[in-house]
């Protein structure tokens, strides 16, 4: 058996706790929207992805990038090329790979996306600057580490 982890201290309980409340709730006006949308958060952020992501990005990488398994990914993916958003294609140099790429089509549900998330980013106007970034690092933080502790 592993060494014991440390206690958390209180301030680790009560961040876990209100990260927790606020995932569901964030999770569920977000979910509101997007079904008024008849779209899912899990196709829209598999798009904005694809879409920061630099061209020739493969199925693997994707599903790395958005914390989801291969399987996973592939009936997302199946979906989003249903809905003519996504086009994949054979790796030139790896025939096990495809690549993954947006196509024109994805334009109109990108604009909503982000039309949903400008809403939803009004939960933090009037919260300073340098706290949402000290936010942003810790929950990056957060978000690695427990990535790591899956493998």
Known sequence: MGARLPEPTEQQQALATAMTVAARSWRARLNERLKG???TDAR???LQALAAAPP??????LAASL???EPTLV??????EAQGWVSREPHAHDRRSKVVR???EA???LRQWDDVLKELADAF???PTPDLEASARVLETVVLRLDRSRR
Request: net charge neutral.
């Open 56 to 61: 020739g990005l493969t199925q693997w990488q």
């Open 125 to 127: 106007r009037g919260i």
């Open 75 to 80: 009936r997302l993916l199946d979906a989003l």
């Open 37 to 39: 949308l008849g779209q």
């Open 102 to 104: 947006l196509t024109p």
């Open 67 to 69: 914390g989801v398994e």
């Open 44 to 46: 829209l952020t598999a």
């Open 107 to 109: 334009a109109g549900p």
